[in-house]
């Protein structure tokens, strides 16, 4: 198990539950300091898709979320812990199209049923685990 | 083709990004689901929507879109002006609905997304 100490970079965010506006900052800034580190920018456009539909998830779903980044040196691992309902059936939520948004959330453009299975598209270690009215944790890694 | 071009073609309003026009675009999508972006768009290419709302340029700086055009007349509201300003990417608005706007930058020859990489590949064996 990878811990900060053995990162080059790490940082933690919140994420706001229910916050369309702000929703998406969070992984904004993650390429901005992917960026920095100098990251290639192919590996940046997979973490950063796949940190945008786990942030949206959480305002869409949850009161809150701690997001968790750690660049390590031969790969990047995040992990996103939220507060809030919980995914009843992870299997169908991985199915593509399907879908609990509400009018608002498609109204934003989301909703359409692809957040986890994107999420992992773009990764190279998918893991999820939640409880309903508790909320859920994911780790995500992709190798560098 | 350069923005300059797409902004002629569909006599485009620049809302964010007056000083970028001059950026070359190789390859467009039109989308109003910003999932459908984050999914099927490619590093580079120009976005055309109806979405307004932040959401429609964090997901353009997400998926490294080079500039985003509303279509339908429609503005992007406060919120996305100012991160469009912040990240850099240029905000044009048609008042040509989606259908015309994509018909008519595909006449003038910019490609889709699909057909980019098939486009390279074949100027690479020329």
């Known amino acids: 198990m990878n811990t900060p100490q053995d990162s080059v970079y790490s940082q933690q965010f919140e994420i706001v539950g229910g916050d369309f506006t702000r929703g998406g900052q969070v992984a904004t800034k993650i390429k901005r300091i992917l960026k920095e580190i100098g990251i290639d920018s192919s590996i940046i456009r997979r973490v950063v898709i796949a940190v945008y539909e786990a942030e949206m998830n959480v305002v869409m779903y949850a009161q809150k979320g701690i997001l968790n980044l750690m660049v390590m040196p031969s790969e990047i691992d995040v992990v996103i812990v939220d507060e809030g309902q919980g995914i009843a059936d992870i299997k169908l939520a991985m199915e593509e199209g399907y879908s609990t948004a509400s009018v608002e959330m498609r109204e934003m453009g989301f909703g359409a049923g692809m957040g986890l299975p994107n999420i992992k598209k773009n990764v190279d270690y998918f893991y999820i685990q939640s409880e309903v009215d508790v909320g859920s944790r994911l780790y995500i890694s992709i190798i560098i | ?126």
């Open chain 2, 1 to 126: 083709m350069t923005l300059r071009e797409v902004k002629k073609i569909l006599n485009c309003t620049v809302v964010v990004g007056d000083e970028a026009l001059d950026m070359e675009v190789d390859m467009a999508c039109g989308a109003d689901l910003m999932s459908d972006v984050l999914t099927f768009t490619k590093s580079g290419a120009l976005l055309l929507t109806g979405l307004t709302n932040a959401q429609s340029v964090r997901a353009a700086e997400v998926a490294d879109i080079k500039a985003v055009i509303y279509v339908r007349g429609k503005m992007p509201d406060n919120e996305a002006i100012s991160i469009a300003k912040e990240s850099k990417i240029p905000l044009l608005s048609t008042k040509l609905y989606m259908f015309e706007s994509c018909g008519k930058l595909y006449k003038h020859g910019l490609i889709g997304i699909s057909e980019y990489r098939e486009v390279k590949n074949e100027y690479t064996a020329r």
